[in-house]
């Protein structure tokens, strides 16, 4: 990171870059499993191992469910004034 840095690298890049080589270095140098290494996107980089760097990112959150329409409208006419219900 430094060589990038005295190169004229902005830090922020040469962090990057860095942590990129470091990746790509512990996927080569991982013990090959059976079904084959694990791709360098999995790999801690410049974070501590153990620390979630590793860990793949979580599911994306699905629509919400119907019954949450109803509660958004029971929720909003009790929040109504009296009087002023629909």
């Known amino acids: 990171m430094a060589k990038l840095v005295e190169q004229g690298t ?4 040469a962090v990057e870059k ?6 790509a270095r512990q996927a080569a140098e991982a013990a090959m499993p059976p079904e084959g290494g694990l791709p360098p ?4 980089g410049l974070a501590n191992p153990g620390e979630g760097a590793e860990s793949q990112p979580a599911p994306a ?3 919400p469910p119907s019954g949450l329409a109803n509660l ?3 929720l909003g006419a009790l929040s109504a004034p009296i009087g002023e219900m629909p």
């Open 10 to 13: 902005p830090l922020a890049d």
């Open 72 to 74: 958004d409208s029971l």
């Open 61 to 63: 959150i699905g629509p």
């Open 18 to 23: 860095a942590d990129e080589q470091a990746r």
């Open 41 to 44: 996107e999995m790999m801690p």
